[in-house]
């Protein structure tokens, strides 16, 4: 979003750059009102998405209107600077030196600010002349606004805030297919989530882009596809940050554009294309999914108390396949907010009659105890061991290591080795991705959450207490969601000193996995380096 | 319909006994391992055969295989041998070539065959590589700890031994560890294994004192590195080895002293077991028993005995158990001295 307004920010001080369009918004107003209905959109809590409102004003800029707003920003900083020096006495005689290049004498910056777009300060132009009072109002705002901004944002995970996510497809560039402002309205709200379905359904959209792509005349398909296609990553990554297995995918599907050969006629280039994607997913992802879940199926042994966290797809098919398989054993499904991707496979599972107990991640001493493997997805693997997904796993990963019953519980986690990266992952904070801190309210769920939890939350009981059996799940109750208006933390933005961190991920450290589950075989964690060169090299 | 085929087949031309051949290489030299016994008897077998194209060979292969594997206890170490035999037949076959899919049959076979053989040869000089490659690690003075009878570590000592008096005098000491299971079992007058070993080394002036497995722990403080052969390698760098390498690997991370496994790379097997119980065998080691058990046990003797599926148990004295790979300092074996996660490395390079 802050890119399309690149050489304005960028000359700005660094230390406002990261917070650029949200800051930058009262001063194309430019009237002290902005701050305060700014402030009171996010706190209304009975709005279905605050934070959907709040972007779309941020998101609805075209170009231009980011041209002005940066033009506006400079102007008010520069006037903020000749403020510091000058003490706001005598505002002409000596320009700041950067002012000083354009050398605009007492009625240009007036000008100025009117170019800027703002209506309202064309009429009270002259005021500023004599004491460039609302402008000095202007720069105070603005720190003030900064510093409220700034207070939200955990300060350990503060790079990790970078770009506001989007929330409308309005703002996206012409280039941007319709199936991808689709994918990217979907990954957004999370309705298409999971590493792996986010690659499937990256790739099938990338097809259908490279049916409707036409090379325009004078260059080539192998050319100019690429970045025809880079205009379509760029828009899903503001969307939602891709996914290592996005990324891996985008990587090798740019590497066969590069090597199709110019003179193929465009037509078979794009069979060619297509064939290849379709090859891409069925090997890298349906296969292998296959192959993973028929060997982790097999360490699946009757007597079992298998621990999962969260729902990853493919630890579903193994625990489908191990249960067709004829193996007797129970499942314990450890979920967590504010997504409660277990929900699906506690019901999944329990209607395929398998024995399933739900519990919340809180609860994980008392899902532990009993457990005898533990069994994770993953939402990459790092060239450390590390495994990274989401968020609470570690947390499962080591209590099941560490359990005070002595006997240690196998971690397994399956993975395809399309998900390996040859980053290196130390922690959890150097790498994350944080997700909108409104979805840990109760209320503050996306609209697709909303639509979708009732569904989750209220018709499974039933089923799952008849099909289930006698194991039916206890603490589901709590789970639901809460329909009360008055959430305590509902207008955290307004309350001082209280941040509220969505982080999406973290890393399990390479001791506390015994073995990961790849379509190339088992191995340690200590081989995903191996693989990943060798997967990569192929 | 096609493999009833064959299988009759062969059954008809060639009444070859992959079993017996297999058995009856292990008995008649004492130094071939499971795994290259298992290689030389598919070696033997695609010698006798008179498959003419390359689906009917693997298919022949693949069939003695798990029939090998079948009748064998304990088919951990043979499995790393037929295992690599089988890919490499695949990999030779997928080769380009005048060898290739596209080339004369007969080359490829009399190629095959000749190569079986060449890799027979070489894993039995991979004991004397190892030996040199793991000869720095006994240093003067040291105190070594080793159990059962693996070769590898018999030669390994030995050839350490052999160096005293020559260029570099080492002077060790062996504390040998002799198990008590293997006097009980189906030759209750035979001595230990190990003896010989322990014999060879007095015989060059090694002084050896050999204490039963209960006193390792007590007798751990006085040696400074343990020292232990394998059955098979397993996949995360762990080994599988004669029952009580376990413990005393154990105690050696316990104590903090090193525990060096000397195994040759054939032994690496694409297995990878999660604990003591996820060995793809069946172990009567922890049985319990009440004494009503113990009457019934006497009296259907005659009738377990009749029963073939009785065999495939194994007995005590051959049962193993699985040394995870924390507890390994490293592996010493004929492609250098690893640590045990890049046992998965070695592995994949086979492989793929």
């Known amino acids: ?299 699946v042994q009757d007597g079992d108390v298998i621990v999962t966290f969260g729902g990853s797809s493919i630890v579903k098919h193994t625990l489908l396949l191990a249960h067709n398989q004829g193996k007797r054993f129970r499942v314990s499904i450890i979920d967590s907010r504010p997504l409660f991707e277990g929900k699906s496979l506690a019901r999944d599972l329990a209607n395929s009659g398998l024995d399933v107990q739900y519990s919340l991640v809180h609860a994980i001493t008392h899902a532990v105890k009993d457990a005898t493997k533990v069994f994770l997805g993953a939402h990459a693997m790092t060239s450390n061991g590390g495994l990274y997904s989401r968020v609470g796993t570690a947390l499962v990963a080591m209590s099941a290591k560490e359990r005070a019953s002595g006997v240690e519980i196998p971690v397994i986690v ?74 305590p933390l509902a207008n955290w933005h307004d309350t001082p000193n209280l941040q509220l961190l969505n982080i999406m991920y973290d890393v399990t450290p390479a001791e506390y996995v015994d073995m990961v589950i790849t379509e190339m075989g088992s191995l340690p964690p200590s081989a995903v380096p191996i693989v990943h060169r060798m997967v990569t090299n192929l | 319909m096609a493999s009833t085929n064959s299988d009759a087949a062969v059954a008809d031309t060639k009444p070859f006994d992959i079993v017996a051949t297999y058995n009856e290489l292990l008995s008649s030299d004492a130094d071939l391992t499971m795994p290259i016994a298992a290689i030389e008897a598919l070696v033997l077998l695609l010698t006798q055969s008179a498959s003419s194209t390359i689906s009917e060979t693997l298919d022949l292969l693949e069939k003695s295989t798990a029939h090998l594997k079948r009748s064998i206890p304990n088919p951990i170490g043979l499995s790393a041998g037929t295992d690599l035999f089988q890919r490499y037949l695949i990999t030779t076959l997928q080769r380009p070539g005048q060898l290739g899919p596209a080339g004369d049959f007969k080359a490829i076979r009399t190629h095959l065959l000749s190569n079986g053989r060449l890799f027979i040869r070489r894993a039995k000089e991979s004991r004397d590589k190892i030996a040199s490659f793991g000869r720095g690690f006994i240093r003067d003075g040291s105190t070594i700890l080793t159990n059962g009878g693996s070769r590898a570590v018999a030669a ?27 006097q009980d079992c189906n ?66 991370k316990a104590i903090g002293k090193p525990f060096y496994v000397v195994a040759e790379s054939h032994k690496f097997v694409r297995l990878y077991p999660l604990g003591q119980y996820d060995l793809p065998i069946e172990q009567q080691v922890v049985e319990f028993k009440s004494e009503e058990d113990l009457a019934e046990d006497c009296k259907p003797q005659s009738i377990a005995d009749t029963n073939g599926d009785t065999s495939i148990k194994l007995p005590l004295c051959d049962s193993v158990d699985f040394t995870p790979p924390r507890l390994i300092s490293a592996l010493i074996t004929d492609s250098g001295v690893l640590t045990p996660s890049a046992v998965s490395e070695e592995l994949i390079k086979i492989w793929f």
Do not use: W
């Open chain 2, 187 to 252: 030759h209750p007058n035979e001595e230990p294994e190990g003896m010989e070993t322990v014999r060879a080394l007095r015989s060059k002036g090694v002084p050896v004192a050999t204490i039963p497995e209960s006193a390792v722990a007590y007798s751990l403080g006085k040696a400074d590195m343990v020292i232990v052969g394998a059955e098979g390698v397993v996949e995360n760098g762990g080994i599988v080895s004669r029952m009580g390498t376990y413990q005393i690997g154990l105690l050696a």
């Open chain 2, 156 to 182: 390994l000592l030995q050839k350490a031994a052999d160096d005293e008096g020559g260029h570099s005098a080492v002077r060790f000491r062996v504390i040998y560890v002799l198990s008590s299971t293997s």
């Open chain 1, 414 to 487: 399956c993975c395809e080795t399309i998900k390996f990266t040859d980053r290196v992952a130390l922690d959890s904070i150097v790498v994350n991705e944080i997700a909108d801190a409104n979805e840990l309210l109760p209320m503050g769920t996306p609209v697709s959450l909303v639509v979708r939890d009732p569904a989750d939350a209220y018709v499974p009981p039933p089923p799952e207490n008849k099909k289930g059996g006698a194991r039916a799940p206890a603490p589901e109750s709590p789970v639901v969601p809460h329909k009360t208006s008055s959430s």
């Open chain 1, 1 to 299: 979003m802050a890119e399309p307004s690149g050489p304005a920010p960028i000359a700005q001080a660094s230390a406002s750059a990261p917070s650029a369009p949200g800051q930058a918004q009262p001063a194309t107003e430019n009237s002290p009102k902005a701050l305060p209905i700014r402030d009171s959109k996010p706190t209304k809590p009975t709005e279905d998405a605050p934070a959907s409102t709040d972007g779309a004003t941020d998101k609805a800029l075209t170009p231009a209107e980011l041209k002005k707003k940066a033009k506006a920003e400079k102007a008010a900083r520069r006037i903020r600077e000749k403020l510091e020096k000058e003490g706001g006495a005598v505002a002409s005689t000596t320009p700041t030196p950067g002012a000083g290049a354009q050398a605009r004498p007492p009625p240009t910056p007036k000008k100025d600010a009117t170019n800027a777009g703002s209506a309202q300060k064309g009429p009270r132009a002259p005021p500023p002349r004599r004491g460039s009072g609302p402008l000095a109002q202007t720069g105070s705002v603005l720190v003030e606004q900064k510093k409220k901004k700034d207070d939200k944002k955990v300060a350990v995970f503060g790079h990790l805030y970078g770009q506001q996510r989007r929330v409308t497809v309005a703002g996206a560039t012409k280039e941007v297919h319709p199936a991808i402002l689709a994918l990217g309205m979907q990954l957004m709200d999370y309705t298409i989530c999971g590493s792996s379905a986010r690659c499937v359904a990256t790739l099938i959209a990338f097809k259908r882009v490279i049916e409707s792509y036409t090379t325009p005349i004078g260059t080539s398909l192998a050319r100019h596809l690429t970045t025809h296609l880079s205009y379509q990553i760029t828009y899903l990554s503001t969307c939602r940050p891709l996914s290592i297995s996005q990324g891996n995918a985008i990587r090798a599907l740019k590497l066969f554009i590069a090597g199709i050969d110019p003179s193929t006629p465009e037509a078979s280039a794009k069979i060619s294309l297509c064939e290849y994607i379709d090859s891409f997913i069925r090997e890298k992802i349906t296969v292998a999914d296959q192959v993973i879940a028929d060997s982790a199926a097999q360490k």
